[in-house]
């Protein structure tokens, strides 16, 4: 019998952790910088909670399960609902706008392949209490910020569900079939969801218009914009969202976004409780999407909260990792530079703990060599693991007070009294 990860499930040796905590790392930064405050939450929460406007697509690849206490519950697949229950509950009455951020693992059982994990990794930006269309260009700011930083060359998809919506709303389809309908447009099935229009009794004509609707896309945004405008004339609520549509572009340009924006007004996303603007990011080598979000404005009143409008994003670290890896952007990243000290003989080994605690408190990463090797298998383990340099301390060095510096490039030998050993091996590194 071999043990192995269960499928879908991935360790994340040293090298790979290193290379997601500088994503992390980047992306804690933009909390700082744009005045999110970070939280943590439950890995389980209520089925009721997290399915409640999932979309069909995830509610349906939740791990859902009954606890020991009979309770239905699931492994959070996404984040928005969780953070959307502590506004309606806990923060309620914090003042607003607030800003929190987040960095979670989130649970879909999705088919394993590259870029699709049933355990994976979201940073988030939410921001609540603002219906203005500022706030839609700073979550695409942040998104475009945290890409850049990291070095990647990405475009948005940028649209509107209120557009789909309006037209929709004014048929008569109510909510519930808006949302299976605008949830099979997602999954690429234009086809069915004009189908099961028809069969609600959507007339011709608007069956025609959202075919119109969903060939305007395309980085010519004006003209875009403006053919949707004369498409939308006689839906009030679809133009509106046009309108909105074309402040938040002009804002988020104006907030510095300069990566190319694709304005897709026939476009939706899975997840049942977008009511304004809705985005995904794409780099150009893999299809699918690397982050994603858009407004809410209607979650935090769902879960008891009072009205709260919400816009928020979720990069997605494990596929930055991937398009990071597949761009070359890791290379030459390396662990930081460390130093090995070695005992010769047990006798040494007080004098050993004394300077490594030196070097410690000096913010010197250093590790002690604790498995009496030789002095020659030392040095050959720390060259193969890309020390910087070896502190040798014998009866010889112990006698003198000057242990010997190993420079492990030049290979250059020096001796250093004990009390200049924090500088010395600060000059090497
Ligand atoms: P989402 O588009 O479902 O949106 O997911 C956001 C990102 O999570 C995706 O773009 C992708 O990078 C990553 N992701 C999703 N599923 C997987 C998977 N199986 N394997 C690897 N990565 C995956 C949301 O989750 C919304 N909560 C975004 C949001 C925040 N909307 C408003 N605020």
Sequence with gaps: MTYETVRGMRDFLPEDLARRRRIEDEARRLFRLYGYREIETPVVESYALLSAKAGEEIRHRMYEFKDLGGRRIALRPEMTASVARIVATKLRTEPKPL???YIANCFRYDNPQMGRYREFWQAGYELFGSTRPEADAEILAISHDLLQRLGLDFSIKLGHVGILRGVLSDEGVDEGNQNIVLGLIDRGRTRTALKTLKDLGVQELCLRKIRRLQKLKGSDTEAILAKGEEETRANEAAHTSLIELRDILGLTRSAGVTCQILVDLGF????????GMIFELYVTQMAIALGGGGRYDRLVELFGGEPTPAVGCSPGIDRIALAMEERGL?????PPKELL???IGEAQSPIVFELARKLRDADIAVQVEVSSRGVRNALSYA??????????IGPREAASGKATLRD??????TEVPFDEVVRAVKSLL
């Design 383 to 392: 060259s193969e693991l890309n020390f910087a340099g070896v502190l040798l």
């Design 99 to 101: 800003r929190l951020g």
């Design 330 to 334: 890791f290379e030459g990243e390396g």
């Design 268 to 275: 939706t996303r899975g997840l049942d409780y977008y009511t």
């Design 408 to 413: 492990l490039r030049s290979k250059v030998q």
């Design 341 to 343: 000290i070695v005992p």
